[in-house]
């Protein structure tokens, strides 16, 4: 996968779309006004620490008051804050709370990552990520909470539906990377909504329908959104997130 030259793309036409604030891309941009929480700079910060060690932006109203937490992981080679543009866009529901936390792993230009190039760091960065979601769920014990990523933030998200929790509503996987070695899922997965663009170079749209038997294979309820294009997140593909919040909604908190 690449590193800047890969960074999300996500068309302007976007604000006609989902008449937010300006959509995020994973060019360089200017940073978000969002607050942000650093628990910790260091990857080798310890687990118990809140978010799991994790540098993350918070957006949305506070977690405290939230019945839904929208959590959200950028895409290889992006900086910590590049989907933060998503959370005026998503319609996850006027109380809800949205946390992106930077990836663990920082690269030669800055940028930060899941899984390094050489396929090393996953785990850990996985681990912490486990436990920034149970921080997120003590924080907020009440709401449900959905998963979301793009590229390799779209595997870590996927990885967690194997954590069987009660409260994970739903996974929102936009181009989506895979696991080398997937986990098993429970009986009752959390649905999920897999974008991907026909034309994707970064990661081929055979994976990504892979992904979709996989899953659909081990009981999960996939809501499958192809689309002409490349490695991004066009606006038919955030159409179709908010369609996936929007019927989580008959369900959820």
Do not use: K
């Amino acid at each position: 996968m690449t590193t800047s030259a890969s960074r999300l793309l996500i068309v302007l036409s976007l604000v006609l779309v989902a008449c937010g604030p300006r959509p995020t891309t994973q060019a360089a941009e200017t940073p978000a006004t969002a607050p942000s929480t650093q628990a910790a700079t260091s990857p080798a910060a310890p687990p118990s620490l809140p978010w799991g060690g994790l540098e993350v932006v918070q957006a949305g109203v506070p977690l405290a008051d939230a019945e839904r937490v929208v959590v959200l992981f950028h895409g290889f080679g992006a900086p910590g804050d590049d989907l933060v543009g998503l959370a005026g866009v998503l319609r996850a529901g006027p109380e809800a709370a949205f946390v992106m936390p930077a990836a663990p792993h920082v690269l030669e230009n800055g940028g930060r990552c899941w899984r390094r190039r050489d396929g090393s760091g996953f785990a850990e960065a996985r681990s912490a990520v486990v436990d920034l979601v149970a921080h997120v769920h003590r924080e907020c014990p009440d709401g449900t909470v959905v998963v979301g990523g793009f590229s390799q933030g779209g595997m870590i998200a996927g990885s967690l539906l194997a954590e069987g929790w009660p409260y994970l509503e739903g996974a929102i996987l936009f181009s989506p990377s895979t696991e080398a070695e997937p986990r098993p899922l429970p009986s009752s997965p959390a649905p999920v909504l897999i974008a991907h663009g026909r034309s994707d170079r970064i990661v081929p749209f055979s994976e990504a329908e892979a992904l979709r038997v996989r899953l659909e294979g081990g009981g999960c309820a996939v809501t499958w959104h192809p689309f002409e294009g490349g490695h991004s997140i066009p606006g038919s593909a955030l159409g179709a997130a908010n369609q996936f919040l929007a019927g989580l909604g008959t369900t959820g908190s």
